[in-house]
């Protein structure tokens, strides 16, 4: 588990009396932090050397998605660079995307890795590793289109790597059921097990039309802890919530534990109004088991980037205490 030294945080407002809370100072990335950009959202951060580094999805304002780097000393104040990542070939010579976007990144035994929606005759899980995020390699996508959210274990389990995805269609997807699968090399992926469908709608209505795993699972004493975006089909179109569940640290096809109320739904108006409103929609979180912290990346209205914490001990509690 991690103990970062400089998890950004800020402490619980008097007043609130939800088990997260949203940093005061949202959105912490406008969406236009980069000349080109029309929006930067659903993105990705990793602790990296005394700081951080982040991988973004900044659509340009032509609309076509991409990924770029970027650098923060604190978690919070980003320098994200103004050209998209350019990969090198990584295990495969066909590294062809139409576009790449909702990437997720890793630490896995030596080496930075990526995954991201990329465009390959539809939607599918691209892959990708970095030393320093300056120089990056692209490999053989994960699976056949169409599937989004792939999110990688950060570590390997039984021996080989993990990842969770959610199999989809080539449209805006009105279904969707988190599965893991399993490779021996980040290049061959099989043994495709579901982990969680949707909820039945008078059980847990916001999550009744699709779910998709959201940052990079979290090892607790309980299990991995995973954060997901569960949807509801409304009058007004999709609206996009924050959940978690924990699943069995051998057999991560196994739940154990998944909330029933959301832990996060859209409320402030930068995550009810823009490009898509009533979206927040989880990549990256950074925590401290130490010092009991998690501060939780999300997209909201998919055009800014916010943030929000919580303790990680209770938000284990109200997972285990409101669970389905």
């Not at 030596?110 to 465009?119: A, K, S």
């Not at 699972?217 to 569940?245: D, K, M, Q």
């Not at 980037?305 to 205490?321: C, P, Q, R, W, Y």
């Amino acid at each position: 588990m991690e103990n970062l030294k400089n998890i950004p945080w800020q402490e619980k407002p008097e007043n609130c009396n939800t088990v997260m809370w949203r940093y005061s100072e949202n959105p912490i990335i406008d969406r236009y932090a980069i000349p080109s950009s029309n929006s930067i959202f659903n993105s990705a951060v990793v602790p990296f050397e005394d700081g951080y580094a982040g991988v973004f999805r900044c659509d340009n304002k032509a609309v076509q998605m991409n990924i770029f780097a970027g650098f923060s000393k604190n978690g919070i104040d980003w320098d994200i660079n103004h050209e998209p990542i350019s990969f090198k070939a990584g295990n495969t010579e066909m590294i062809d995307s139409d576009y790449k976007y909702d990437p997720r990144v890793v630490f896995i035994e030596d080496r930075y890795w990526i995954t991201w929606c990329n465009g390959y005759h539809g939607p599918t899980i691209g892959i990708g590793y970095t030393f320093d995020f300056k120089e990056f390699f692209q490999c053989e996508n994960a699976f056949l289109p169409f599937n989004r959210n792939g999110v990688l274990f950060p570590k390997k389990i039984n021996g080989k790597y993990a990842m969770l995805s959610r199999p989809s269609d080539n449209g805006h997807t009105a279904f969707g059921d988190i599965y893991i699968s399993y490779s021996p090399d980040m290049k061959y992926w099989g043994e495709h097990r579901c982990v969680m469908k949707v909820a039945p709608f008078e059980q847990s209505a916001w999550q009744c039309t699709k779910i998709g795993a959201g940052p990079i699972p979290i090892l607790t004493n309980e299990g991995w802890l995973v954060f997901y975006h569960g949807v509801i089909a409304t009058c007004n179109g999709f609206r996009y919530s924050i959940g978690a569940s924990i699943l069995d640290e051998n057999e991560p096809d196994k739940v154990k534990y998944r909330s029933q109320p959301y832990l996060m739904a859209p409320a402030e108006l930068y995550e009810l109004t823009g490009d898509v409103p009533n979206v927040i929609f989880p990549c990256a979180a950074v925590h401290s088991e130490k010092e009991d912290k998690l501060a939780l990346y999300y997209g909201a209205a998919d055009t800014v980037t916010a943030m929000a914490f919580g303790k990680l001990s209770e938000i284990i509690d109200f997972v285990k205490n409101n669970s389905l």
